[in-house]
């Protein structure tokens, strides 16, 4: 995608383009915001029920459960969101995701005992799983390589954003009256919805040409046909690639539709698609990396301790109030969103996962440190009578550095574009089921490991795996700034095993290649 883009004889400006595609995704921002508010909002939530004096009450096993019920039930609707997004297309997915999110914010406000609070608060789980497929795949496929890297990264923005406004309302309102407000934003989206465009390659692989052409033109700056005309033939040619029989080709045979695999009952085209569509390595190879990105990043300090974050801020004796520092959490997070978003360009997406992973993991050793030192051993974070009445200023430091180089992590904005058509919506959706488990027992695992460990050991624990996740990474994560879809897929489907790609990684491949060379001479 050049720069400037012709109209005829006037030139479609930069800006128009970038605006078009902008615009294009502001349905996703309000979903995104959403989420956000979705899986923040047991935060605020969860200290006022801990032991209340009256009305809903939950003890802290209970407690436990409820900070991480979400995350085991986001597998379920994640499951459903890969056939949604096949079958009703992206922008229609987009519309439907919201409904389980209706019914929970309403469910959460008349939440009359336990068990209905407990499914209020699953059903905000399951409308987060069906929601993480639609909203990943669409940016991926909206947007064009050059702006691809920012739009996406920017999506972690309006996360943070939601998880902002639920840790603002928790605190100007109670609960009940902020889950009333949450229930304007899913209304919002599914009106926004109604007027952004389909995605054009979905549109390709339904055969409607003439309305994937019309997508296109208005997602490059509402530009005529034949100024698309080498872009869309790029994609109409991709579509028809992947949508020949893999079967077939696989066997040699010629692309003749329709095939015996295509009339074969629908358990055979499932174990067909699962063995020649997901289980091959260009799709199999970023599912691993991705999933192992998703498990570091999620275990480096920050996820596990958030639902229960006001609570944590009280253990370690933090100066100030702990809603008002978990409210700036949620403002730090969003500042940090635009600076990724902002930096991606310029660094490229290898360094920027890799240098948060690091500085996450360094910011947990500092806690953990700071804690064996100045906390009792009694401290628990799940018992409110244990808390230090000593009040400092250096945890907050070191907590807002673990929250700043935490948000720089995108694994969401790596899901989004390193997956083959084929398989990208089984594939996308899988691996935000498996994410949110690893989010259900990083949180289930908080309190086992805070017991057991004091929370200096719990931070040890986390910031080691942090560092193991870094040095996993720098061998194995590529660099997928500025590239294709196409591009990336081909990438994974070559024969490289590491994929990273530096001065001292090629200089290990160099000394390899020249020692095989060196054997085959001899």
Known sequence: MTNQVSAGNKAISRTRVVLSQVLACLALDFLLIGLGMSISFVTMVLPEVLDAPEGLSITKKQASWFGSIAFLCQPIGSIFSGPLLDYFGRKKALFLVNIPHLIAWLLMYYAWNVPSLFIGNALLGIGTGIMEAPSITYVGEVSDPSVRGILTTMTNGFTSTGMFMAYLLGTVLHWRQAALVALTVPIATMLLVLFVPETPIWLLSKGRQKEALRSLCRLRGWAKPEDVKEEFDELVNYNDAIHQCVVCAKEGKEDLRPCEHDRANVFKKFFLKIRHVFLVKETMRPFVLVMAYFFFHTMSGMIPVRPNMVNVCKALGMKYDSKAIVVLVGAVFIVMNLLSAAIVKLIGKRKLVLGSLFATACCSYSISI?????????????????????????????????????????????????????????????????????????????????STFHI???????????????????????????????????????????????????????????????????
């Open 456 to 522: 200096s050991g719990t931070f040890a624990i986390y910031a080691t795996l942090g560092l193991v996740g870094t040095v996993y990474l720098y061998f194995f994560l590529p660099e997928t700034e500025s590239k294709t879809l196409a591009e990336i897929e081909a990438y994974y489907k070559g024969d490289r095993k590491i994929f990273a790609d530096d001065f001292l990684i090629n200089s290990f491949r160099k000394k390899q290649n020249d020692s095989r060379e060196r054997a085959n001479l001899c």
């Open 370 to 450: 700071y804690a064996g030192i100045q906390l009792p051993a009694t401290v628990f974070s799940y018992e409110v009578h244990t808390f230090p009445e000593q009040k400092e200023f250096l945890p907050v430091v070191l907590f807002m550095l673990l929250v700043c180089f935490s948000s720089l992590g995108i694994p969401w904005v790596l899901l989004s574009e390193v997956f083959p058509f084929r398989s990208r919506g089984m594939a996308t959706s899988l691996a935000a089921a498996f994410s949110y488990i690893i989010f259900f027992l990083s949180s289930k695992t908080n309190y086992n490991f805070e």
